[in-house]
């Protein structure tokens, strides 16, 4: 059937297609991602990336609503290429490892997400790191004006089980301890915690939420023990 139309064409009919229900699907669409990925026609690939950016937009705002609309936009772009990449590894023909475009569209939003993933922990190392340049300056300061006494009570390990005793005495909550289990432990980003456990966070800013107010009372109760 699609073998006489020119890319023109699909493009057309893809657009008209987008507009219907899935159901009333004739596979435009789908032939559209075909010729861009295995026959590696430009035209197709530009017309995907026109009809698909706005959607691709969407998941990355879904993903990271705290992130502003301008940064994601960015962050999204590396979304197409690296859903190419990954698919034009393989000379298996689309048709055997997807059944529709809906499938296909399901593999692009994976991509998105873990482009975002990605740029999320590459924004958490450099947070990390600077906090940990930040108390180190904090900690030479201290130790240049207070000698000894400062320097050993700002010891990290000291500091590591005054937070633990605090953590095991004061967060009972499960839906706490999970949030603490999984960022500290495992390494996981709130949109990450969000994803894989959605019965317990509908989203990514519920996980920082949960995360916000168990760091004040840790601080506050820190603190007060002086």
Not at 149 to 159: C, G, K, M, S, Y
Request: proline share 4%; hydrophobic share 35%; aromatic share 8%.
């Amino acid at each position: 059937m699609f073998e006489e139309l020119s890319t023109d064409a699909i493009i057309q009919g893809c657009q008209a297609e987008a507009a219907q229900p899935r159901a009333e699907e004739s596979g435009y669409c789908f032939e559209l991602f075909r010729r861009a990925l295995e026959e590696g026609e430009t035209t197709a690939w530009l017309a995907i990336d026109q009809q698909y950016r706005q959607l691709i937009l969407h998941w990355g705002q879904d993903c990271a609503p705290d992130l502003p609309r301008q940064e994601v936009e960015q962050v999204v772009t590396a979304a197409l290429p690296k859903f190419w990449q990954s698919l034009t590894r393989s000379a298996e023909p689309l048709t055997r490892r997807f059944v529709h475009v809906g499938a296909i569209l399901k593999y692009l939003k994976q991509c998105t997400v873990s482009v975002l993933l990605d740029y999320r922990r590459q924004l958490e190392r450099r947070e990390r790191l600077r906090q940990r340049l930040e108390l180190e300056e904090y900690a030479a300061t201290v130790q240049d004006s207070t000698e000894e006494a400062l320097t050993e009570r700002l010891a990290q390990e000291q500091l590591l089980q005054r937070v633990r005793a605090w953590i095991q005495a004061n967060v009972t909550d499960t839906q706490e301890r999970l949030v603490l289990s999984l960022s500290y432990q495992f390494g996981l980003s709130p949109c990450e915690i969000a994803e894989r456990y959605p019965q317990e966070f509908p989203d990514a800013q519920t996980v920082r939420r949960v995360k916000e107010r168990i760091l004040k009372r840790a601080r506050r109760a820190l603190r007060e023990e002086g």
